[in-house]
């Protein structure tokens, strides 16, 4: 991957991405829910089924609860990043909005 050349620029919708960000964060949510529901089937299983096959089947469901927390946490995270991004993105354009005269001519800050 190249790097980004010096008149290259990035433009995003901060209502988009905070969107995509709650929707993140509703399914880190839900797949944490089912992790729950995945630790308690393995005890079902196992329980239901007799020998290694119960074993087994505990085996699997208790590997996708992990798997579940696993990729709940990830969500959560880019969530909360994006989030933090759009949060920068908005201080940095106020800022920006901020030092611009609306009377040409006029110096902003006093000078």
Known sequence: MSA??????????PDAVEALAAELAALSSELSDDAALCRTAAGSLDAALAGEEGWAARS???GWAALSDV???????VAAIL???VASYRAADAALASGISATP???VGGR
């Open 71 to 77: 990729v709940a946490g990830r969500c959560a995270s």
């Open 83 to 85: 989030v933090a991004a």
């Open 4 to 13: 980004p050349t010096a008149g290259s620029t990035i433009a995003i919708a």
């Open 60 to 62: 699997a469901a208790t």
């Open 105 to 107: 001519g006029e110096r």
